[in-house]
């Protein structure tokens, strides 16, 4: 067996380099955190790579103050979570007729999904902003739920659609001869069958959405309506953002998807083999 | 297997409505008004007045245009090409080594740490590496000082030689964690038998790399070249937050020069002709990508 064979010299080098590179990686985060809690004098005099000499909170205390960040964290969980619950719906109707119903005209319409996620969101950008200021939702944070709730479930269609394909046909045979109609076969064979995909979809649009800027800095001028990652943009650069609450800010920025990733790691990285695989 | 009469394929279309209609609102109709946008002069205030091909004839001779594509090519190395190669290698190390003689819990520790910075978003990742690389007092011209190679200090994203380099690191370091989690996955579908039998042939880590490992998850490879390379030609957060595209064209974009010339210039028209160029660029690439590889896959079959 080549795992009991005797780990050799060049085994710890590779290990090493490997280790080496993971805390390269993070090196970055780890400065962020180190230099959060130090006032402005303590940076210029001890440097980035000094412990604080007194834990200083008062730098994420003005960011937190300045950007009302417990509004901007709402908003961005109230975004997030309604495009990842409308955007699975759509993808799980959108995969139903295609991958389960076959429904005409299903190359042509995967194209068109496709397409919707790869252009580049300029390409939509200026007829978006006037229509959401013609129809009354500029500066609303149901604009950007919309559209969302489109990118995401183009995506999330194409993925579904493809698992869909190979959905076992004895199952919804077997819900045709107990007598449930479409909707039913839906909701209690489709959906519990491939929870797992649906879940995966959830967790991916959410965070994808938590994620954006460029709509979201576009649509929601007015600062209550903002999100965390324009709340950290935004404030870069002003007077009250010295040194270390400039460190602040990023770290504030980084705590909630951290968080997200702690708890969801593992159905991240299914998710993401997933959507490579295709 | 055939449908019954309750069974029309028909009938499913109910359930396409709803996503039809919210891609045609929200993808066709816009995509459509913006090409129509690019043959207008448009100032975003009075109706756009239509003038046939003078944007695009100004974009074949703007020199900016040229710039925001050739450092198109730089974004797609950072978050292409070194993140491939990178993750092939860091993949490769954390599977065949890590996994099978330090166990499998090193290797998806190291495998998560390495994805931290693809969760982050995008623009607090910028914003990170931008407050190491402030000119003054920041971290990295510190360490430098601290070190004694103050002469390597620069002001990383104020000098027009270094803003670009600067924003490519923001991008390897968010964009190296997808290729590690993607190879790694699918390193798990090569038969060990057959390294077994390279190794009894003689052949060295080099030549099993190539010859077996690229080649069985060269479907990977191209998902994640073609996504990588669509994420570079899209890039827009980073160029915002660090450098608006400065100084002078330095760091220019495409994506982020027609936003300035939707909402800074207000000339909609050409940023629109600048946004359809783009997409027509995105496309042309993700064909070209889909041809090889189908060509590859042919050839794969033929021996």
């Known amino acids: 067996m080549r795992s009991s064979r005797k780990r050799k010299a060049l085994d710890w080098v590779l290990l090493s380099l490997a280790v080496l590179g993971a805390l390269v990686v993070v090196a970055p985060l780890l400065l962020i955190v180190l230099n959060s809690f130090k006032s402005p004098d303590d940076y210029n005099q001890g440097g980035p790579l000094q412990l604080p000499s007194h834990l200083y909170f008062d730098g994420l205390a003005r960011f937190w103050e300045a950007s009302d960040f417990p509004k901007k964290l709402w908003n961005s969980i109230f975004i997030s979570a309604m495009v990842a619950v409308l955007g699975v719906l759509v993808s799980l109707f959108n995969a139903y007729a295609l991958g389960i119903g076959r429904a005409r005209g299903r190359l042509p319409l995967l194209v068109v999904f496709l397409l919707a996620n790869m252009l580049p969101q300029e390409a939509l950008l200026y007829p978006l902003y006037n229509m959401s200021k013609a129809v009354g939702l500029y500066d609303s944070q149901w604009s950007v739920i919309i559209i969302f709730t489109v990118i995401q479930s183009a995506f999330g269609t194409y993925l579904l659609t493809s698992v869909y394909s190979g959905f076992p046909r004895e199952l919804l045979e077997a819900a045709a001869i107990d007598g449930a109609g479409r909707w039913r076969t839906l909701w209690q064979v489709v959906v519990p069958v491939s929870w797992q995909t649906l879940s995966v979809l959830l967790i991916f649009f959410f965070i994808w959405t938590w994620n954006e800027f460029l709509i979201p800095t576009t649509f929601l001028v007015s600062n209550d309506k903002q999100t965390v990652p324009l709340a950290v943009a935004a404030l870069q650069g002003e007077k009250l953002m010295d040194v270390t609450t400039t460190s602040a800010s990023a770290l504030l920025g980084l705590i909630p998807t951290l968080v997200f990733f702690l708890i969801f790691q593992r159905t991240l990285t299914r998710g993401v083999t997933a959507g490579a695989i295709k | ?303």
């Open chain 2, 1 to 303: 297997m055939t449908p019954t009469k309750t069974q029309q394929p028909t009938g499913y279309w109910w359930y396409l409505l709803p996503g039809l209609l919210l891609v045609s609102a929200i993808v066709i109709v816009p995509l459509g008004m913006n090409i129509y946008y690019s043959f207008t002069s448009y100032r975003g205030i009075l109706p756009p007045q239509w003038i046939g091909l003078e944007n695009w004839q100004r974009l074949f001779t703007d020199a900016k245009f040229w710039t925001s594509f050739r450092n198109s090519i730089a974004m797609i190395v950072a978050m292409v090409v070194v993140p491939t190669l990178l993750g092939l290698l860091i993949a490769s190390v954390l599977f065949d080594l890590v996994g099978k003689r330090f166990g499998g819990k090193v290797a998806s520790f190291l495998r998560a740490t390495y994805y931290i910075p693809q969760i982050i978003p995008i623009v607090v990742a910028a914003i990170v590496i931008g407050w190491i690389a402030r000119p003054d007092d920041g971290a990295l011209n510190s360490i430098l000082d601290t070190i004694g190679l103050d002469g390597a200090r620069q002001n990383w994203l104020g000098d027009p030689a270094w803003a670009l380099p600067t924003i490519m690191v923001v991008l390897i370091w968010v964009q190296i964690g997808y290729p590690v989690v993607v190879f790694m996955a699918a390193l798990a579908r090569v038969d060990p038998e057959l390294y077994e039998a390279a190794e009894l042939d003689g052949a060295n880590w080099w030549h099993r790399f190539r010859a077996i490992t690229v080649a069985v998850i060269r479907p990977e490879i191209f998902v994640v070249a073609l996504t990588c390379t669509i994420a570079a030609l899209k890039v827009f957060a980073p160029v915002y937050a660090l450098t608006r595209g400065g100084p002078g064209t330095s760091t220019i974009v495409p994506s982020y020069y027609s936003y300035s010339e939707f909402f800074q210039s207000t000339q909609v028209g050409y940023g629109a002709a600048i946004s359809t160029a783009l997409t027509v660029v995105i496309i042309a690439v993700s064909l070209v990508f889909l041809i090889a590889q189908r060509r590859v896959e042919q050839e794969e079959e033929q021996r």
